[in-house]
């Protein structure tokens, strides 16, 4: 099912997907797990089938490694392919990271040192990913536990540049932004002012974990009140962006995550007639 994907969405997790089928609850669109559904069949592709015949849907997937230096896994690139065209799916999304070093796998989205070198590095590899895709990616700001000292580029001017030269949009973790803040003392009100509007595609929130010295992006809480302070000023600069709701870990009963919608709505209805902040 191809739809207008509008409002706030929930991301698809595997344990929600009987209540969902069962109840039909009220959600304008669910975001899957690119990499969890890749070789659907059997039951899993019943249920696959079953909610994209029911529900617009988004791909958010975390393989792409469009950052990294091994060369792109066109295998992969075919297979995310071939899932967006059996679920409609209205975008696809990966990360700004690298996820690869000579084929191991990491165990975390590594950043990038926002340099001219790493921009046009960026620019090559999601032109190439484009081509095989054959649609534009929508690409996220991730969490950080390190920053480069020899980073050049401020991470939202890298972003507009980015998605300038490769015609890619921007997916804006508002949650990423305020845990950025916190670890690596950056400023995540000056990143939502200088992020241009055109770009943006899709809003995420989720909850990040206090580990005292360091906030860790482990999306296994509802999202916290500064989350929520930033979001407002987002979604009134970035008025009619989609947002979703994002929860991996220790997840709850899904009537929590509809409140987390409820709340996202709450905030995107009443910042809709607001004038956007400078």
């Not at 696809?92 to 590594?110: C, E, K, M, R």
């Not at 804006?172 to 990143?191: G, P």
């Not at 909850?207 to 999306?219: I, V």
Request: proline content about 4%.
């Amino acid at each position: 099912m191809i739809s207008s994907i509008q409002n706030v969405g929930l991301g698809l997790r595997s344990p929600h997907i009987e209540t969902i089928l069962a109840t039909e609850p009220n959600v304008p669109w669910f975001e899957l797990l690119t990499d969890n559904w890749l070789d659907a069949s059997g039951i899993d592709g019943f249920l696959l089938d079953k909610i994209t015949e029911q529900y617009p849907v988004t791909l958010h997937g975390v393989g792409m490694n469009l950052g990294g230096l091994d060369p792109l896994n066109l295998d992969y690139l075919s297979k995310v392919k071939a899932l967006a065209v059996r679920c409609e799916a209205n975008w696809l999304s990966d990360h700004l990271s690298f996820s690869a070093v000579q084929g191991n796998q990491l165990h975390d989205l590594a950043p990038l040192p926002y340099t001219e070198e790493s921009l046009q590095h960026m620019v090559v590899r999601i032109q190439q990913a484009q081509d095989v895709l054959g649609q534009a990616l929508v690409v996220e700001n991730i969490s950080a536990y390190l920053a480069y000292e020899h980073t050049t580029i401020n991470e939202a001017d890298f972003l507009n540049a980015l998605a300038h030269e490769t015609q890619c949009e921007i997916l804006l973790d508002v949650n990423n932004l305020y845990v950025n803040q916190k670890n690596l003392d950056q400023n995540a009100v000056e990143f939502l002012n200088a992020l241009n509007h055109s770009v943006v595609k899709e809003i995420h929130l989720g909850g990040y974990t206090d580990k005292g010295d360091y906030f860790l992006d482990a999306h296994n809480n509802p999202v916290s009140e500064p989350v929520w302070s930033l979001y407002e000023l987002a979604i009134q600069k970035f008025k009619g962006i989609p947002t979703l709701i994002e929860w991996d870990n220790d997840l709850p009963n899904f009537n929590v995550l509809l409140q987390e919608q409820q709340k996202a709505m709450a905030i995107m209805s009443k910042t809709s007639e607001k004038p956007i902040f400078a």
